[in-house]
């Protein structure tokens, strides 16, 4: 008779498991909207923390999880955000103590891996961005790292994740909630209300993440941009900002077709009837090219591999300089090549329930 597998804490690590999820970003929320139902269909059980930061609580909520608000944003000083890292890992660690939970698992929450540590609970951590600088924290505090296939070996080596402890799939994260998504022909409405008619064409864009710790720079470019779609009278502009300060900010531009949103838009949907994307992160441009909709960077920081992947695949255009904003396509989209890549959500399934071994 085999043994049973055990947790660091000497528990029996038995078949069905109490997973905790930490949502830590809004990006998180559509990612495990996609994979919780799968982990409860294996039969395991699932609690859910969320960090009240950008759009996350608001987007949990409308996907009808249940969640405990813990933590918020520390700002955009690095002194803050260490703060806010550890006093929000206190917080984590108070309340998952006692709760007996198998796995803590999320999409680089630094202070769920730090919480995870404290209370001897196994951590996976999923990350697709190679120039983070804190994965120097949550690779060496994991059990598990999870990456894309294209992910270099050298960042997991700088950062601290031993090769017995990397799991990788094909593909991107997008791919996971995305492969099979289907546009809901109701979303017009929507767009309607907001003032967007079927006959103007749809640029929605994403402005930098300029407090995020891999984004410590201006990006005068981003300002360009939105001078130029500004001066398109056929063009509507959705411009989803990030913080409210940003909100602020930006509608103080003179723009009679830019659209800031108050409330939280299903950003698939968003997507899908959008004729251009441009983005200066990265999740968004990687949603567009899931879902086979134009898409631009411009994003001023260090590339993520697997955004050249989808540059040299033709799913992506870059814009680093002025001239680049020429070859925009300001247009009504003529169809879409969406991925659909359907293994991508087994395969991330599988590797983060694969057993740990003693």
Same mark, same amino acid.
């Given at each position: =008779? ?11 690590? %038995? ?9 830590? #970003?809004s990006p998180h929320v559509p990612f495990f909207r996609a ?5 409860? /269909? +294996? ?8 960090? &009240? ?7 949990? +909520?409308?996907? !009808? ?8 944003? @520390?700002?955009?000083?690095?002194? @803050? ?18 709760r007996n939970i198998d796995l803590a698992v999320s999409h ?12 001897? *609970?196994?951590?996976?951590?999923? =990350? &697709? ?5 804190? #994965? ?31 799991? $990788? ?68 502009? *959705?411009?989803?900002? /990030? %913080?409210?300060?940003? /909100? ?33 992160? @990265?999740? =968004? ?12 960077? *411009? ?6 591999? *697997? &955004? ?13 300089? $002025?001239?680049?904003?020429? !070859?925009?396509?300001? $247009?009504?989209?003529?169809?879409v090549n969406a991925r659909r890549s359907l293994h991508v ?11 740990? /071994?003693?």
């Amino acid at each position: =008779m085999e043994s049973a597998l055990l947790t660091t804490d000497h528990r029996p690590l %038995t078949t069905v498991m109490l997973i905790w999820i930490d949502l830590a #970003n809004s990006p998180h929320v559509p990612f495990f909207r996609a994979l919780v139902p799968e982990f409860e /269909r +294996r039969g395991h059980e699932v609690l859910l923390t969320a960090r &009240d930061f950008a759009q996350t609580v608001e987007l949990a +909520r409308a996907a !009808s999880f249940e969640i405990e608000v813990i933590g918020g944003h @520390g700002g955009g000083r690095l002194s @803050g955000k260490a703060g806010n890292l550890l006093g929000r890992a206190a917080q984590l660690a108070r309340w998952a103590r006692g709760r007996n939970i198998d796995l803590a698992v999320s999409h680089n929450s630094y202070a769920q891996a730090a919480a995870a540590r404290a209370l001897s *609970i196994r951590c996976v951590t999923l =990350m &697709d961005y190679e120039h983070q600088p804190a #994965n120097h924290l949550a690779f060496r505090l994991a059990s598990r790292v999870i990456v894309p296939r294209a992910f270099p070996d050298s960042a997991l080596r700088r950062f601290g994740a031993r090769e017995k402890k990397v799991r $990788r799939y094909a593909g991107t994260k997008e791919d996971v909630y995305l492969a099979d998504f289907a546009p809901d022909p109701r979303f017009a409405e929507v767009l309607d209300k907001l003032g967007v008619k079927s006959e103007d064409v749809l640029v929605v864009v994403r402005p930098p993440a300029r407090e995020a710790l891999y984004h410590r720079f201006e990006n005068e470019l981003f300002d360009e941009l939105l001078e130029r779609l500004c001066a398109h009278a056929s063009v509507k502009l *959705i411009l989803l900002a /990030r %913080t409210e300060a940003q /909100r602020a900010l930006y509608l103080s531009r003179k723009c009679a077709n830019i659209i800031l949103p108050r409330e939280a838009l299903d950003g698939a949907n968003l997507i899908a009837h959008a004729d251009l994307i441009v983005s200066a992160g @990265g999740t =968004m441009n990687r949603e567009a090219a899931a879902l086979g909709v134009p898409a631009a960077t *411009i994003y001023a920081g260090q590339w993520a591999a *697997i &955004d050249e992947e989808l540059v040299n695949e033709g799913r992506l255009l870059r814009i680093s300089q $002025r001239e680049d904003l020429d !070859s925009l396509p300001l $247009r009504k989209k003529a169809g879409v090549n969406a991925r659909r890549s359907l293994h991508v959500r087994d395969e991330v399934a599988d590797l983060i329930l694969e057993p740990f /071994r003693p």
